[in-house]
């Protein structure tokens, strides 16, 4: 049975928090790659909670999903829906990983980076709208 718990997420949402604050300690003086830091981190716990949600089942974490919906789903569709989450976050935190290395050897400003690292970031989050559990 599938047992309806949260802390998963809040831990997931605490060491996601530490890591993006833990980046000020770094010593390194150039904002525009400590931004770049910050959203590489951000793109791949994207992709790593994705996993935790396809390892554990808990696809009602993801918005729109009732815990009941979830339970009823059973669970080889959970995990099939869940696998779709990884494979695209986890892309989207590949295409970003090169984007950002190729802006950083150009010395693109970090404004670029950022309007790069949305579109990716919200295209991803769109395009799993489609998915059905």
Not at 59 to 84: N, P
Not at 90 to 119: C, E, P, Q, R, W
């Amino acid at each position: 049975m599938l047992k309806k718990s949260y802390l998963g997420v809040f831990i997931w949402s605490i060491i996601y928090c530490a890591l993006c604050f833990g980046v000020v300690a770094l010593p390194i003086k150039d904002t525009d790659i400590l931004v770049r830091i910050v959203y590489n981190i951000t793109s791949v716990a994207m992709a790593v909670l994705a996993f935790i949600i396809y390892l554990n089942e808990k696809v009602f974490w993801y918005t729109g999903i009732t815990y009941e919906q979830a339970v009823d789903a059973g669970s080889e569709r959970r995990k099939i829906y869940a696998l779709k989450h990884v494979k695209t976050f986890g892309i989207a935190a590949v295409i970003y990983l090169i984007v950002s290395l190729i802006i950083t050897v150009f010395k693109a400003s970090f404004a670029i980076d950022t309007v790069i690292f949305m579109v990716i970031l919200l295209t991803a989050a769109i395009s799993t709208m489609r998915f059905k559990l």
